[in-house]
């Protein structure tokens, strides 16, 4: 009977190390350690709401010009393309100095060109950053923070920067709101006023959140995201963010101090450019 006890004891013993075994080594692929960045500028030509925006002149160079340059300041960056289906871009690009990368005009959106670039290439990275290409302001430190915040959160999939916004900015729905849990996980975006209030006011007290057209991903996710389906909240609001929330992943949102906004229509040029003009030396 000691015998037997013995046995079953050793065999239950035995079970556990192997389960924890296992556990470990699926937690270790789970939260794999990320360390090669990819950056990639989506520029797509025919917009509906900004034709050729990324060709649009800002203080005398085009806008994906000046994307390009903030971002490859960035000291997170392994290597940095722009992934367009224009060949006038694509030019524009070259003569800059940019490595392009030619994608396809019918994926729908900047997220899965982002993914065709990366399977373009011939090498493999943990992590591509998505830097919109509407946003010629961007800080390369920006960058860098919403890598590491990605390398530092296991659990999430991507992870993406919010600043304070101007209370004047708070119902204008060229600007998408975000709200965080006390963790700073993402629980919405929105192009509405979020949170709101019973009185449907602008609360001056309160610090709304402004979410910034830069999205870091993990690769793997990436490459499943375009085979998720499309989400109810994401097709309301148009943000693809929300096909992520909304299927259970978790994003990273970080707050960083950024004193502009991306280019959502051609008026937006003009407070660029008084911008830069304030900073010459910030934006060569």
Known sequence: QRTLVYCVGSMVFGFGVVLAVVNFVLRRKRFKTRNRVLGVIPARYASTRFPAKPLAMIAGKPMIVRTYEQAKKA??????????????????CLAAGAEVVMT??????????????HLALSENYD??????????LIEPEIID??????????????????????ASEVQMQGRVKCITDKDGYAIYFSRGMIPNNKKGDVDPKYEYKLHLGLQCYDSDFLKIYGTLPATPLQLQEDLEQLKCIEHGYKIKVIMVDHCAHGVDEKGDIKSIEEIIKKNPALYQ
């Open 75 to 92: 000291t997170k960056l392994d290597r940095i393309v722009v992934a367009t289906d224009d060949k006038r871009i694509q030019d524009v």
């Open 104 to 117: 396809d005009p019918e994926i729908p959106n900047g997220t899965e060109r982002c993914n065709a670039a």
């Open 127 to 136: 992590i591509v950053v998505n830097i919109q290409g509407d946003e010629p």
């Open 145 to 166: 923070h919403v890598v590491e915040a990605l390398q530092q959160s296991p659990e999430a999939v991507y992870s993406t920067p919010c600043t304070l916004m101007k």
